[in-house]
């Protein structure tokens, strides 16, 4: 800072301090108790923790859905495996972690370890955040009990309602989850787990399968195919999963 800019600081700062004192004087300025700055940063502190876990609650839901349908595995089919991937993300579940992850950077903002970094970079951190708390979560047991209570109405609505049709995209009608009854000379027969009742898949030479063809009864699989019949379907994928 050179000497003509330190100076006319100088000269500007009786100036500022007598115009605040004249509002503080006029009433236009209100002087406001430390508690009431306390209060609310408490207040935005318990309002971030609650929207950072409920981020984490929605994240490792999704994960729980595309899992539990078994969409999860099917990109490893390739192109028609992300196609039918895309289909069975619950987008609506997606908007919603979009809105809070939106609110949230708005709620830390105003604390100096966050608005000293650049918005882009801020921004990603929650995201890492978000999506390593919410992985963590779904590697857990809690969402497979929690939609095990809610199928025998042991929840109540409010959850029984989010472990419901609601938020679930509906799977695609290529896409098949089950666990193999038995098998046959050119397949197996599945029993969907949708409740659907049974499946026979078939397997030729086309037939993508990132496992390997030894599969066994009891083999929890799922099936990216074309359906034949009434209740056989041509896969084009198939692989073993693991719920």
Do not use: C
């Amino acid at each position: 800072m050179n000497d003509d800019t330190r100076q006319q600081n100088t000269e500007k700062t009786p100036a500022i301090r007598r115009s605040v004192m004249d509002a503080i004087v006029k009433g236009r300025v209100t002087m406001r108790p430390r508690w009431h700055f306390i209060l609310i940063s408490a207040l935005v502190a318990v309002g971030a923790l609650f929207v950072l876990l409920s981020l984490f609650y929605m994240v490792s839901l999704s994960v729980f859905f595309l899992h539990d349908s078994g969409a999860w595995l099917i990109p490893s089919f390739g192109g028609r495996g992300w196609f039918s991937f895309l289909r069975s993300i619950p987008w609506l579940l997606v908007f919603l972690i979009v809105v809070f992850a939106v609110l949230l950077e708005v709620l830390v903002r105003r604390y100096a370890f966050v608005y000293r970094k650049s918005l882009l970079l801020s921004a990603a951190i929650i995201v890492v955040i978000i999506f390593l708390g919410g992985f963590l979560i779904a590697a857990t047991p809690f969402h497979r009990q929690m939609a095990f209570y809610a199928d025998h109405n042991e929840l109540p609505p409010p959850l029984a309602f989010v472990y419901g049709a609601s938020f679930r995209a509906p799977p695609p009608p290529d896409v098949y989850h089950g666990i193999i009854l038995a098998t046959t000379t050119g397949g197996f027969i599945i029993v969907d787990q949708n409740g659907a009742g049974t499946t026979t898949v078939r397997i030729n030479d086309r037939t993508r399968l990132p496992d390997g063809v030894d599969f066994s009864v009891g083999t929890n699989v799922v099936v990216v195919g074309d359906r034949v019949g009434s209740s056989t379907v041509q896969a084009f994928g198939v692989r073993e999963s693991d719920e």
